[in-house]
């Protein structure tokens, strides 16, 4: 199921978008209201009513819906893995902006956070002009959410924790980001996370590796890559972080993007306001952002 959270008439809801992409409004559904993190805890009980609504056309379709993020408020920040496929690890290194020390390629996943206030939904204005240093650049990720939780989940288990994948943009300040050394305020800023357009159920995106990732630019392709050219794959990211934090129902983890950031371009190619970036990946669909 391709869930979405919308807005329509002044109230926000849960809904999912049929096969004709119209949303269908299952905020009825044991009063889910908008509060897509109860659908996910709940998903064993609640996910088999809602597909066989879905299936049934009982579900009332929503004319005039704007979509949102379908996750409007994550359960904390946004776990994210950085320097995750070989060539951006390359890429990254050789930019003069990487502050950390060591090789290209890192020996251990890289994690940092963004902020649940850096949230946005599909179509919503990423805010480069609140970058004083003018340096905002785009990453395409595919996000992994967790559906449920535990410490110390083992790789062999880990994709059965995997609730669904949603598209984001690690929408970056790299002056920020090396500034302050710490990535949390390049990346953390207030509307420098799109999220959407939906959240696929796990059981329906098929094999990851199989997948590409594209990221556009005013209609420029600017990355381009194999969901399989990840250094650190899924249920190594999951084992990783669940070896140290419990992972919560509702969690997410941003994998990393591919080649072809801004900053690998000479000059920087960097977001200024009037551009569109879309960042599509098969079967999860598109996700555009105009710049503001
Ligand atoms: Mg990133």
Same mark, same amino acid.
């Given at each position: 199921?391709?869930?979405?959270?919308?807005?329509?008439?002044?109230?926000?809801?849960?809904?999912?978008?049929?096969?004709?992409?119209?949303?269908?409004?299952?905020?009825?559904?044991?009063?889910?209201?908008?509060?897509?993190?109860?659908?996910?805890?709940?998903?064993?009980?609640? %996910?088999?009513?809602?597909?066989?609504?879905?299936?049934?056309?009982?579900?009332?379709?929503? *004319?005039?819906?704007? %979509?949102?993020?379908?996750?409007?408020?994550?359960?904390?920040?946004?776990?994210?893995?950085?320097?995750?496929?070989?060539?951006?690890?390359?890429?990254?290194?050789?930019?003069?902006?990487?502050?950390?020390?060591?090789?290209?390629?890192?020996?251990?996943?890289?994690?940092?956070?963004?902020?649940?206030?850096?949230?946005?939904?599909?179509?919503?204005?990423?805010?480069?002009?609140?970058?004083?240093? *003018?340096?905002?650049?785009?990453?395409?990720?595919?996000?992994?959410?967790?559906?449920?939780?535990?410490?110390?989940?083992?790789?062999?288990?880990?994709?059965?924790?995997?609730?669904?994948?949603?598209?984001?943009?690690?929408?970056?300040?790299?002056?920020?980001?090396?500034?302050?050394?710490?990535?949390?305020?390049?990346?953390?800023?207030?509307?420098?996370?799109?999220?959407?357009?939906?959240?696929?159920?796990?059981?329906?995106?098929?094999?990851?590796?199989?997948?590409?990732?594209?990221?556009?630019?005013?209609?420029?392709?600017?990355?381009?890559?194999?969901?399989?050219?990840?250094?650190?794959?899924?249920?190594?990211?999951?084992?990783?972080?669940?070896?140290?934090?419990?992972?919560?129902?509702?969690?997410?983890?941003?994998?990393?993007?591919?080649?072809?950031?801004?900053?690998?371009?000479?000059?920087?190619?960097?977001?200024?306001?009037?551009?569109?970036?879309?960042?599509?990946?098969?079967?999860?669909?598109?996700?555009?952002?105009?710049?503001?």
């Amino acid at each position: 199921m391709r869930l979405v959270t919308f807005e329509a008439q002044v109230r926000t809801a849960v809904g999912c978008l049929d096969s004709e992409d119209r949303v269908r409004d299952a905020s009825g559904v044991a009063g889910l209201g908008d509060d897509m993190n109860a659908l996910i805890a709940g998903a064993d009980s609640l %996910l088999p009513v809602l597909r066989q609504r879905l299936d049934s056309g009982e579900l009332p379709v929503v *004319e005039g819906a704007t %979509l949102l993020s379908p996750i409007l408020r994550p359960v904390r920040d946004i776990f994210c893995a950085g320097k995750n496929y070989f060539e951006h690890a390359h890429e990254f290194h050789n930019s003069g902006f990487d502050n950390k020390s060591g090789g290209a390629v890192p020996e251990f996943p890289i994690i940092f956070t963004k902020a649940t206030t850096s949230v946005i939904g599909p179509d919503q204005p990423i805010p480069a002009s609140a970058d004083p240093t *003018e340096s905002v650049d785009y990453e395409g990720e595919l996000t992994v959410v967790i559906g449920k939780g535990g410490r110390n989940i083992s790789k062999q288990d880990a994709l059965q924790h995997v609730f669904g994948y949603v598209i984001a943009n690690d929408v970056t300040s790299r002056e920020l980001q090396k500034r302050h050394s710490q990535w949390v305020l390049g990346k953390g800023m207030d509307g420098f996370c799109p999220l959407g357009p939906s959240l696929m159920t796990a059981d329906e995106i098929g094999p990851i590796d199989a997948l590409t990732l594209r990221t556009e630019v005013n209609g420029e392709l600017r990355q381009e890559a194999k969901l399989a050219d990840l250094i650190f794959d899924v249920p190594t990211l999951i084992t990783a972080i669940s070896e140290r934090i419990m992972l919560l129902p509702g969690d997410m983890i941003a994998t990393g993007t591919p080649p072809g950031v801004g900053i690998g371009f000479t000059p920087p190619k960097y977001l200024f306001p009037g551009d569109t970036v879309t960042v599509t990946i098969d079967r999860l669909g598109s996700l555009q952002n105009p710049v503001a």
